[in-house]
Antibody
Framework: EVQLVESGGGLVQPGGSLRLSCAAS????????MSWVRQAPGKGLEWVAN????????YYVDSVKGRFTISRDNAKNSLYLQMNSLRAEDTALYYC???????????WGQGTLVTVSS | EIVLTQSPATLSLSPGERATLSCRAS??????LAWYQQKPGQAPRLLIY???NRATGIPARFSGSGSGTDFTLTISSLEPEDFAVYYC??????????FGGGTKVEIK
């Protein structure tokens, strides 16, 4: 059974940092692109970042470029999101999602909540 | 950036009725469009990919159509568990993606 379990969310002050993790199981992690998608409270979905199979290619939505870094450890079946210089508008539930070649996501975690507030 | 506009924002229907949801792209996305369902407190669920292909395990009452800039998700006969928010998502400029704002299907 495919499982994605996020962790690392919490309350952080503006300008602070946080590192999110996603533990994957039930599939060959190194064979899939992985992504982070976020959802602000009561709002819609926003794609945040993608990372290729071995981590050689990474892509970001403009609003997080230069502040967030996506990475992965295939030996640990884990995906990460390092978030620096956090802003109030980064407050959201962050989902880890498994990417298909077709450019969509077939499995999602339950999310980890990040709250940026003083 | 490709902008996806979903309409209506809210659709009020009764169980057994047909639901028709629209997603319009600001420029052509060919057939590179997916649909997701999200229920309160749950992660999104992939329903349709490449405009008209049902994902694994998705009931046949869900169908997608369209190409270019205009797309439709149809639920032929609403079941109680279908009342949820639906999002479209494009991958035309892969590996950059955008979502529509969502359509809430609520019980009338």
């Amino acid at each position: 059974e495919v499982q994605l379990v996020e962790s690392g969310g919490g309350l952080v002050q503006p300008g602070g940092s946080l590192r999110l993790s996603c533990a994957a199981s039930g599939f060959t992690f190194s064979s899939y692109w992985m992504s982070w998608v976020r959802q602000a409270p009561g709002k819609g979905l926003e794609w945040v970042a993608n990372i290729k199979l071995e981590g050689s290619e990474k892509y970001y939505v403009d609003s997080v470029k230069g502040r967030f870094t996506i990475s992965r450890d295939n030996a640990k079946n884990s995906l990460y999101l390092q978030m620096n210089s956090l802003r109030a508008e980064d407050t959201a539930l962050y989902y880890c999602a498994r990417g298909l070649v077709r450019g969509c996501w077939d499995y999602w975690g339950q999310g980890t909540l990040v709250t940026v507030s003083s | 950036e490709i902008v996806l506009t979903q309409s209506p924002a809210t659709l009020s229907l009764s169980p057994g009725e047909r639901a028709t949801l629209s997603c319009r792209a600001s420029q052509s996305v060919s057939t590179y469009l997916a649909w997701y369902q999200q229920k309160p407190g749950q992660a999104p669920r992939l329903l349709i990919y490449d405009a008209s292909n049902r994902a694994t395990g998705i009931p046949a009452r869900f169908s997608g159509s369209g190409s270019g800039t205009d797309f439709t998700l149809t639920i032929s006969s609403l079941e109680p568990e279908d009342f949820a928010v639906y999002y479209c998502q494009q991958r035309s400029n892969w590996p950059l993606f955008t979502f529509g704002g969502g359509t809430k299907v609520e019980i009338k």
